[in-house]
């Protein structure tokens, strides 16, 4: 029996539906990826705080849009590859990793910060994080088992940034009190809220995961 050409789009469109959806999530953590390249340069002293500030502002911009394009993506794809709650739930959390680099520079620039390594081992923990994550998107669609174990991956990498920020607390807290310190504690704190917000976002792709195979 033939199909219709309208069929034949509606049936396509089902089955790779999930191709416009992951690829809009990879570009998110692209940019996601690029923010932490970004606060890196400017943790090491290697890039200007305001200039920085100025280029994490279009990096969070262009990312608010692709948001956007999810969702309105979302309304239109008939059949999505995971449940479409995990997909807007994991783009949030993306967005809420990226929101959280946009402000750990704002505040940087804010406070008046200086080039130290305190923040260097979080960044790097992040940007594993969110590569990993980054691998386990690029499996909806098609082994679960694959989106499991990278998940569980960029979870760990989650779960090294709050060692690395409790570690830095430690050695923080050890000198005197004072007000630079507490500037610092602050922007700590802020990479330990990426991490949450990291594995929420890897937390969200396991129970897609799980579901998929239910």
């Not at 959390?93 to 946009?102: P, T, Y």
Request: glycine share 6%; hydrophobic share 45%.
């Amino acid at each position: 029996m033939k199909t219709s050409r309208f069929g034949r789009a509606v049936l396509s469109l089902g089955r790779g539906g999930s191709q416009p959806l992951t690829a809009i999530l990879d570009r998110q953590l692209a940019e996601t990826i690029a923010a932490c390249r970004l606060a890196r340069a400017v943790a090491e002293g290697k890039a200007d705080p305001a200039e920085a500030d100025v280029r994490m502002a279009e990096i969070e911009h262009r990312g608010d849009n692709l948001r956007n394009e999810l969702v309105v993506k979302l309304a239109a794809v008939p059949d999505a590859p995971i449940d479409r709650e995990d997909l807007f739930r994991l783009s949030r959390s993306i967005d809420d990793v990226l929101d959280n680099l946009r402000d750990f520079l704002r505040e940087w620039d804010l406070y008046g910060i200086t080039g130290t390594d305190a923040y260097l081992g979080l960044l790097d923990a992040t940007a594993s994080g969110v590569a990993d994550l980054r691998t386990a998107v690029s499996a909806i669609g098609k082994d679960p088992k694959e989106i499991s174990r990278t998940a569980l991956i960029s979870k760990k990498s989650a779960n090294e940034i709050r060692r690395l920020y409790d570690a830095e607390l430690g050695r923080l807290f050890h000198g005197e009190l004072s007000m630079d310190v507490i500037k610092v504690r602050e922007l700590l704190r802020r990479l330990d809220v990426v991490g949450l917000r990291l594995n929420e976002a890897a937390d969200v792709l396991s129970d897609a995961a799980v579901k998929r195979r239910v």
